[in-house]
């Protein structure tokens, strides 16, 4: 089973006026104590041992080499390269600077090729006593110097027999490429620094002694891609792979070859086809945009066309059979309505039955046109893709996670009241049913992350009917299968006095015990010695007592936090929610 969480996810943080009360709390928690190497630390999914999965996220101690910086990146941090007294190799970064840095030069937002390429994610295994980061593609190609620290690694799945699945990527290296400008006397030859890596991202399975890579099909420019997302206890992983290229991606190709054939290209073809899977990558869907909600919808595109796959592995990882799934609809070839983007579908969560949930591209109301291009949830069961829902009042949507009784959840987006919403949903394969979650009023803004076999599920909504674009977001429980259930607010379920403030619930197991993201404020000193508060994101374990949820009176402070991500409805960022997923984990919501 899997769980997601919110990667770029603005959360609005309420400080409560405590109340006294002297009835046990539903359930006790655990902060886990955050390595010292990263500022944020972001659960993925929680198994039976009350073990987890987690994302480190934002590095506090890369070194950094300011010589290797381009001037404009220089200057964007208030630092002036023609100033003669300026030495490089001796200046010390503010906190400020540091910051800006390590986002700008992230793989995800790092636009400036010529630039190194900083690491900014973490693949944490969390065994009960600490959190231990494991890192797998530091140095893939000893013949070529790396760039060090230009690796980001993700867990995403985790089973029983604590074997954990992800995808990590390359180490950069830099590169020069000379190339002509000008004619005649004027002619002249100019040489460029770029990074470049051997691969874009690689599927990881690993047990702790023994670790695993999985090459993706199709690698005819930046390594191909290869994703795991989910594994079961009968050693069934499912994710996704790159297996050709995109109609659009091909005509590029083409063109970038064509100018360095004709020697017109200032960049060699895989920085050329790079620079495009980046923008793709970071591309939304610009049909959906809603002026009112300013919701913004990730599309997680790339140059290939992906396809869900499901690898039936051996006790050591061992690939012994896989299957990949098609889209739901075969990409439009209708007269002026050609649609040369890539088509993909996407596997996120596997149940012990061997039935996979996740995402596939199609087209609103069946109708192919590249504007009406959308994902939607899907099964993915016995070779067949099928859909969870085609009613046209969606046009956006995945599942999330599934349990062992064939019970998915999911979201899907549609308009309430002239804005878009993120709205839960859970479908039972074996009766075809589909349900709309209640969330905590008309309008909340919800998304279920995990779901275990009793039906409990969790994830992060909306808790204020305000007209706000950022409204205040909890992590919530839900049981199911209970008569006249509701939503709770997990931060009741802990009692008013816990100091804490659980803004996504990322995963529930079997013992209904729940990993969750708690948004701490934390104190730090700048290298002048000004101390200034924190906004970050903490994991802690819930466990169920058997007490009574509190009601707790607020007063809200809004803080806004951003780029929670994926930690993982982001990791979820970096794909699911169109764009949330990546919520830190997996999607981009």
Same mark, same amino acid.
């Given at each position: ?449 995990? @779901? *275990? !076999?009793?039906? =409990? #599920? &969790?994830? %992060? ?12 977001? /909890? ?32 995963? @529930? *197991? !079997?013992?209904? =015990? #729940? &990993?969750? %993201? ?12 000004? /101390? ?58």
């Amino acid at each position: 089973m899997k769980h997601f969480n919110l990667g770029v996810l603005g959360v609005a943080i309420a400080s409560a006026m405590l109340s006294n009360t002297a009835q046990a709390d539903a359930y006790s928690f655990q902060k886990v104590e955050t390595p010292d190497s990263v500022l944020h630390l972001y659960p993925a999914a929680l198994n039976d041992n009350r073990h987890s999965i987690a994302l480190g996220q934002f590095p506090l101690d890369l070194q950094i080499d300011l010589t290797q910086l381009s001037d404009a990146t220089l200057y964007g941090i208030g630092i002036d390269p023609e100033d003669e007294d300026l030495d490089l190799t001796t200046y010390e970064l503010s906190d400020g600077q540091y910051k800006t840095l390590v986002n700008n030069l992230r793989d995800a937002r790092a636009t400036q090729t010529s630039n190194p390429r900083l690491s900014y994610y973490y693949a944490g295994f969390y065994n009960g006593q600490q959190v231990d980061f494991e890192a797998f593609f530091e140095d893939p190609n000893a013949t070529l110097p790396q760039q060090t620290g230009s690796t980001d690694h993700f867990y995403y799945g985790l089973n029983n027999n604590d074997v954990r699945v992800g995808w990590g990527t390359a180490p950069y290296r830099f590169i020069e490429y000379t190339y002509t400008v000008g004619e005649g006397e004027d002619e002249k030859e100019l040489t460029t620094t770029f990074s470049e890596r051997d691969f874009t991202r690689q599927a990881i399975w690993t047990d702790g002694v023994t670790t695993r890579t999985y090459e993706a099909p199709e690698q005819s420019y930046l390594g191909g891609e290869s994703v795991m997302m989910d594994i079961n206890d009968h050693n069934v992983a499912v994710g996704y792979v790159s297996t050709g290229l995109s109609p659009q991606a091909v005509e590029f190709a083409e063109s970038c070859q064509t100018s360095v054939d004709e020697g017109t290209a200032t960049r060699p073809v895989n920085i050329c086809m790079w620079q495009r899977w980046h923008n793709l990558s970071n591309a939304v869907a610009t049909n959906l945009q809603d002026y009112y909600s300013r919701l913004t919808i990730g599309t997680n595109q790339s140059i290939y066309d992906m396809r869900a796959i499901v690898w039936q592995l051996d006790g050591s990882g061992n690939v012994i059979s896989s299957q990949q799934y098609e889209p739901l609809m075969e990409r439009s070839q209708v007269e002026d309505q050609e649609d040369s983007a890539d088509f993909s579908t996407y596997a996120y969560a596997v149940n012990n039955n061997g039935i996979a949930v996740g995402q596939s591209w199609t087209y609103y109301e069946g109708e192919p046109a590249p504007s009406r291009r959308i994902k939607m949830p899907v099964v993915f069961i016995d070779g067949e893709t099928r859909a969870i829902t085609d009613s046209n009042e969606y046009y956006w949507g995945s599942a999330t996670d599934i349990n062992d009784n064939n019970q998915v959840v999911g979201f899907l987006i549609k308009r309430i009241q002239g804005v878009q919403r993120y709205v839960g949903f859970m479908y039972d394969i074996d009766t075809d049913t589909f349900n709309e979650l209640p969330g905590f009023f008309v309008g909340s803004s919800t998304i279920p992350t995990a @779901i *275990n !076999n009793a039906g =409990e #599920i &969790v994830g %992060t909504a909306e808790i204020e009917p305000t007209l706000s674009n950022q409204r205040r977001r /909890v992590g919530f429980f839900y049981a199911s299968a209970e008569t006249d259930a509701n939503f709770i607010n997990l931060n009741d379920a802990v009692g008013c006095e816990a100091g804490v403030f659980i803004a996504t619930a990322d995963g @529930i *197991n !079997n013992n209904s =015990e #729940i &990993v969750a %993201t708690n948004v701490q404020p934390i104190e730090r000193t700048d290298t002048d010695g000004t /101390v200034y508060t924190e906004q970050v994101g903490q994991m802690i374990v819930l466990d169920p007592t058997g007490g009574e949820i509190s009601n707790c009176s607020e007063e809200e402070t809004r803080v806004e936090r951003q780029g929670a991500s994926t930690g993982i409805v982001g990791m979820l960022g970096m794909f699911l929610i169109g764009g949330l997923i990546t919520l830190r984990r997996r999607f981009k919501v």
